[in-house]
């Protein structure tokens, strides 16, 4: 069966729609080397990630960062600063950082939110943050539609979102929910209980029940989205992972020696509760699901679902054009 | 500890106290690729008969049934085939076009034209799926051209004139990998001063063929080595023949066998190990980042935009896009306002003619209201003239009748008086 290209010289020949025949192959060609020449080529070009942190001060969120990376990635050391003062309005910091391992580069930055949720009136503090989300949409954008464009266009898209959840035990704040429910729609959320340690084996199965019914009530999707689950295999991969969400997390970035090993840990008059122990907590699993299974996927539904989203709404909304330039944007931050 | 290097945009580098798993990434990526799949397209051009199908056969090791062409074709056209290959876990959607009638016209100036539009056609829908509203990148099947083979005869003279002309206007476009065909028959001597003749006729004519890269040092050696055998003496077979207790593909001639996967008779194993065992993936990626980028800026400095605008400033995309359909607006209202003008004076026109018709009409209904009104005052007349008749001769009669009965009365007297008298 084979379809041929009508007059030549049309302008331009319509591509045709190919029909796919099974052909058998008889003997190795070497096909599969593919992987490997991918492989190689994404071990040389480097990845790049953004992780925002959100929540009050104090949850533990840059030790939490501290312990995913297992290096100084914020610069706060146990003891907090008493100097430093709490910003009247959320900031948004982001620093870059560069991690190999295993001769794969990868560039992290750090996304912090300090001031979040910390003023008497913390009316729309979401605001600043799903500004500074969209305005990477915006610059990304802008340099895709370029004529000339860069060969690897710099990603600062924010690719995963961690919101903090205090262990209150009982259920959700507003605050939470409002900042949750703005925001799932822009980016990838994954909601943490923070300082998992003062809850409970029950508590904490409880507190998260009653946490994922308050989300589902709400309408609230949070990372992995059911939404997106390609097939059947995702689907029950990712069930399973949705069940335990929230993860409760616990973080350190000092080392004890407990039976003969050293590992990460609180110590307490009684005990020492280790970091990366399932039994104690959590954090194990948050870091493999984000690091080590799920982080190309953050990327892609990143890349293919919320910025495409929000690239059809811009160029319907201006029927192809921007009103605002990303100057005027920074202006208006600085006002906040 | 810490280290502070500013390298990579100023950003510090973190040493890891532990295992962190971000040496796990590249598997993560190649884990999705294998789930979607890979595409590959082969672009084959050469004349009729100089062993394309053979070889695509003898490559990827299976038949896929292509009919004979003949050599009377009007002009050239292209034929597209897409197949699904799999092997261990790899997916692979391979299209391979092959040029129709390419050599065998007598006039052959516009031959290598149907080969340059149906590759710019596949950029040009890649364009504008990546230019619409609501797009499906990820999810799209790549039709562009990935490599070109490009067959030459094995005349062991020199290229065509139309090789030149061909790959000039597509070097620019695509990945040229240029062949011998049906190698096996040009000598060895020979073949060497061919190739060095080729190539030299392709250095200083300026067509740039696709040099294997050399920039990864595991690959960079042979890659070197493989750029210096270009272009590829080729041999295709389907067939098998026993050479020594094993099944080869070869072909059989009285004189000896040409086996196609021995080095020492062809070139075979090298083309098929750079294409695909090596640098399947460079060839896609240099097709995206390179060719296709290249047709894009041109294509969108042809539909007028600019990066720059008067005054060099950066003009972004969108906002020549505004400027463009600004002016289109423009323009539609003006047409819109000539077209009411035109409407407008139409109908006063029509207006105008139908107006007179009426008044026509009017003046022929009061002529025949008059004519109608005369008629009637003279049949008025006649009838008043008839009626004053009718009561005369009435008159008339009945004084007759009167006189009539007054005889009658006084005759009969009489009458009776003579038959008396008779008597």
Request: hydrophobic share 35%.
């Amino acid at each position: 069966m084979s379809e041929l290209v009508p007059e030549p010289r049309q302008k331009p020949a319509v591509p045709m729609k190919p029909m796919g025949i099974n052909a058998n192959l008889l003997g190795y060609i070497g096909i599969d080397t593919i992987i490997e020449q991918m492989r190689k080529k994404t071990m040389k070009t480097g990845f790049d990630f953004n992780i925002m942190v959100v929540g009050q001060s104090g949850l533990g969120k840059s030790t939490l960062v501290n312990t995913l990376f297992k290096s100084q990635v914020s610069r706060k050391s146990s003891g907090w600063n008493r100097e430093e003062k709490i910003p009247k309005t959320v900031e948004i910091k982001a620093i870059g950082h560069v991690i190999e391992e295993g001769g794969v580069k990868m560039k992290l930055t750090v996304i912090d939110t300090p001031g979040f949720g910390d003023q008497i009136n913390n009316e729309n503090c979401w605001e600043p943050i799903e500004k500074y989300i969209n305005e990477q949409y915006e610059k990304f954008l802008k340099e895709e539609v370029n004529i000339a464009r860069k060969k690897r266009i710099p990603d600062t898209r924010v690719h995963c979102c961690l919101y903090f959840i205090s262990p209150t035990g009982h259920s959700l704040r507003p605050l939470d929910l409002e900042f949750m429910k703005h925001l799932s729609k822009v980016v990838n959320i994954i909601p943490v209980i923070a300082k998992a340690d003062t809850m409970t084996l029950e508590e904490k199965t409880e507190f998260k029940q009653r946490v994922r019914k308050e989300l589902e009530v709400n309408g609230i999707e949070f990372y992995p989205q059911k939404e997106f689950d390609e097939d059947l295999e995702d689907k029950t991969e990712n069930d399973k992972i949705r069940e335990s969400m929230p993860f409760a997390v616990v973080g350190s970035d000092k080392e004890y020696q407990v039976n003969g090993k050293r590992v990460l840990g609180r110590k307490t008059p009684w005990g020492i509760i280790e970091v990366e122990n399932l039994t104690h907590c959590e954090f194990a699993l948050l870091r493999d699901f984000v690091i080590r299974t799920h982080l190309q996927d953050l990327k892609e539904v990143t890349h293919n679902i919320h910025y495409e989203t929000y690239r059809a709404k811009r160029l319907n909304d201006n029927g192809g054009l921007p009103p605002m330039t990303v100057e005027t944007e920074e202006n208006h931050e600085s006002n906040l | 500890c810490r280290s502070c290097d500013q390298q990579n945009d100023g950003c510090r580098s973190l040493s890891l106290s532990g295992h962190v798993g971000v040496d796990s990434l590249p598997d993560q990526l190649v884990n999705k690729s294998i789930k979607q799949g890979f595409c590959f397209n082969i672009l084959c051009i050469g004349e009729t008969g100089i062993g394309k199908s053979t070889l695509i056969d003898s490559l990827f090791n299976t038949s896929f049934d292509d009919p004979v062409s003949t050599h009377f074709q009007p002009n050239v056209r292209l034929r597209a085939q897409t197949y699904e290959l799999q092997e261990s876990n790899v997916r692979l959607k391979l299209t391979i076009v092959s040029t129709v009638g390419f050599g065998d016209q007598i006039k052959k100036e516009e031959s290598y034209q149907p080969i340059v539009d149906y590759i710019d056609a596949q950029f040009e829908a890649y364009l504008q799926e990546e230019l619409k509203i609501k797009r499906s990148l990820h999810s799209y099947h790549d039709t562009r051209i990935h490599v070109c083979l490009y067959f030459i005869s094995p005349t062991g003279h020199s290229l065509k004139s139309l090789d030149l002309l061909t790959m000039k206007s597509l070097d620019s476009k695509v990945n040229i990998i240029p062949i011998i065909g049906k190698a096996d028959s040009v000598s060895k001597t020979e073949l060497q001063k061919f190739k060095v003749k080729l190539m030299s006729e392709l250095v200083s004519n300026g067509v740039q063929i696709y040099q294997f890269p050399t920039d990864d040092e595991t690959v960079s050696e042979i890659n070197a080595i493989m750029n210096g055998h270009l272009p590829f003496a080729v041999v295709g077979s389907t067939e098998e023949v026993k050479v020594e207790n094993k099944m080869v593909k070869a072909r059989q001639y009285p004189w000896g066998i040409v086996q196609v996967e021995d080095e020492n008779h062809c070139d075979f194993v090298k083309l098929r190990e750079m294409l695909i065992c090596t640098n399947m993936e460079d060839l896609r990626e240099q097709t995206h980042a390179r060719h296709y980028e290249l047709y894009r800026r041109c294509r969108l400095e042809e539909m007028g935009f600019r990066d720059t605008g008067p005054e060099n400033k950066p003009v972004s995309l969108q906002e020549a896009y505004e400027a463009k359909r600004h002016e289109f607006y423009i323009e539609m209202q003006r047409k819109e306002e000539e077209m009411r003008q035109v409407f407008v004076q139409r109908v006063k026109e029509k207006e105008a003619i139908l107006k007179e018709a009426e008044q026509e009409i009017q003046a022929k209904f009061e002529h025949l209201k008059r004519l109608h009104q005369e008629e009637r005052l003279k049949l008025e007349k006649n009838r008043r003239v008839l009626e004053d008749e009718m009561a005369m001769f009435i008159k008339k009669k009945a004084a007759a009748e009167l006189l009539q009965t007054q005889a009658l009365v006084s005759t009969p007297v009489n009458f009776k008086k003579d038959k008396d008298r008779k008597k």
